[in-house]
């Protein structure tokens, strides 16, 4: 059984807040970005990202969360390995391969656990001017 409690309330509004920016449990906690205890904020971290109302993705040294928007489970992520920018996927190419995946291979993809990695285009030409 879930309860609505205040922290797990503030918890999800300072993810709404925040749109698509990603926090790891340390810079919440380390930074008190939102008024709950550590053990409060791992354990609904954990919970909120089974639920679906966050994702998350692993950034460069520890897991990271963000609001999952309801749209969002509908199509795949790119995420930038050097500006850490997220890439919101809702074309078709993209669903036809969800589809080969489903129909050929009985396989459902998580979309909210799905993200491509790799460098954005702005990274790339930044590398390549140096």
Same mark, same amino acid.
């Given at each position: 059984?879930?309860?609505? =409690? ?5 918890? *999800? ?10 926090? =790891?449990?340390?810079?919440? *906690?380390?930074? &008190? +970005? ?5 053990? =409060? ?6 919970? +909120? =990202? ?13 897991? !990271? ?6 749209? /969002? &489970? ?27 995946? !489903? ?19 702005? /990274? ?7």
């Amino acid at each position: 059984m879930r309860y609505n =409690t205040k922290q797990r309330e503030l918890i *999800i509004s300072f993810f709404e807040k925040n749109g698509d920016k990603r926090f =790891t449990a340390s810079q919440i *906690i380390e930074n &008190k +970005l939102i008024d709950v205890g550590e053990a =409060t904020v791992f354990r609904y971290l954990s919970a +909120l =990202t089974k639920e679906g109302i966050l994702r998350k993705t692993q950034g460069e040294n520890a897991a !990271e969360y963000s609001f999952a928007k309801n749209e /969002c &489970k509908a199509h795949l992520h790119l995420q930038c390995t050097s500006c850490g920018r997220t890439e919101h996927m809702d074309c078709d190419f993209m669903k036809d391969i969800q589809n080969h995946v !489903e129909n050929f291979h009985r396989f459902e993809i998580d979309n909210l656990r799905t993200v491509i990695y790799g460098k954005c285009s702005q /990274c790339r030409s930044k590398e390549n001017k140096k």
